[in-house]
């Protein structure tokens, strides 16, 4: 199968990408590691004019830490920050949600900001990235725009970055004293979506939580941010076996899952409530250090 | 739209130019224009991991990367395994250990085997069957492929 045919532009600089972004007048895609794109334009459910590679630009593999965040560039890989020791050490949920993602292979080239800018429920980074309120920096031919990553994605596939924006990192802020994080996620096997997925971020006072974050992968038409879940559970103790079914509970209020071949609504909602649960626990020891 | 263009790919440490259509994938490139069936196509869909190459030394989807993208860089198939001194130790596992029974997969399985080695040159037999995890095998039940990839570990770990 191959897909249509396209121009193939390979900038070297985000000006000469959004340049060619702009010229393709809409018709235009970026291709980062393609493991979305390609499949869709083999199929011919795509088939953009232009396709934009910025796989060729320096710099946007950037994986560190500056100015009090997270910066993962628009060519960190899922394996990259698989790999890492820093994520692993001060950042689980993403190294929980990177060894999930679809497979090794899969891994070696999809990118973190792909994932997000493609803009689909099931992916496993917007919520990670609505979890950790990220934002997203984008160039476009109006230069730079920041996006919240809790309210990026505006429909199946849709999101607010224009189509002649190019997605350029996303940025988390570091952790604070008493933060933890967890990513739970089921799936019927290697490879496959999120029957339903959850992350968790959340800050301790000794026991008391004073911030969270909650987000839920491929249990409704976007990704979701369970905002009312998260908030229920600041002043309470992480201990609070109540506090926590409330959350799970408000999860899963949050969530609109349809029946499918992953499952019924009715199953994917109560992996949204059980889930929420364990991943609080897990965020919670994190927090106190009791837990790698 | 779609104008060809010239590509130079080093596969198995020879370089190649090829003029070709921008929506061309990698793995038509190897197969069709430099005739190296070794790398399989299974499903075509992403999914069974069969036409796994090694590009800059990671092991990816061929059938899922287009052929300008390996412009310049380094492929590395199943072809290039053996030797001056014969098989590589992956291959020589596979056979002794009977990894493999129709042979679809084995292509992908022993590229994916090598770069996990020559990453983790002493794979837990989870670290094993993690790494594979992307690549399927319709016939022999993983069994003896992770008995493939710890008799090269061994081998390889004698000659190293
Ligand atoms: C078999 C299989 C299983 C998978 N399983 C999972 C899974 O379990 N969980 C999961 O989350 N994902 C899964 N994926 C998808 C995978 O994670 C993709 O890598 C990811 O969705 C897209 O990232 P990419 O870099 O490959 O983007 P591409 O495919 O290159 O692009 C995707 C879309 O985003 C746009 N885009 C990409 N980068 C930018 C940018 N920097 N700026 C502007 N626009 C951009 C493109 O124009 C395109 O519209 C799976 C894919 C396959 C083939
Ligand atoms: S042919 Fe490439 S993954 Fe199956
Ligand atoms: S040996 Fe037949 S598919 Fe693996």
Redesign the interface.
Known sequence: ????????V?PTTVDEAVQALAAGGGDAKV?AG??SL??M???RLAAP?T?V?I?GIAGLDVLEEADGMLRIGALVRH?DLERSALVRDRYPIIHDAARHI?????R??GTFCGSIAHGDPAGDWATVASALNAELHAVGPDGPAVHSARDFQTGMFETRLGLDQVLVEARIPQPVAGQGSAYLKVERK??DYAAAAVGVVVVLDGDTVTEAGIGLTNVGPLTIDAAAAAASLVGRSIDDAAALEEAGRLAMEASDPPSDLRGPAEYKQDLVRVLTKRALRTAGARARGEQA | ???K?VVTVTVNGEEHEALI?????LV?LIRESLHLTGTHIGC????C?TC?VL?DG????S????A??A?GRAVSTVEGLEGPDGLHPVQEGFKEEHGLQCGYCTPGMMM?SVALLAENPDPSEQEIR??I???LCRCTGYVNIVKAVQYAAAKEGVTA
């Open positions: 199968m191959l897909p249509s045919s396209f121009a193939y390979a291709v393609g493991q390609l499949p334009m083999k199929l004019g396709l590679d796989n394996g679809a497979d090794p292979l899969i070696n080239r290697v490879g | 739209m779609g104008d263009t259509e921008p929506r061309l994938l038509h075509d869909t992403s999914s991991g796994t590009l990671r092991p990816v989807k059938c899922t990367v287009l300008v993208q412009n994916t993690e790494a995890s992307g690549n």
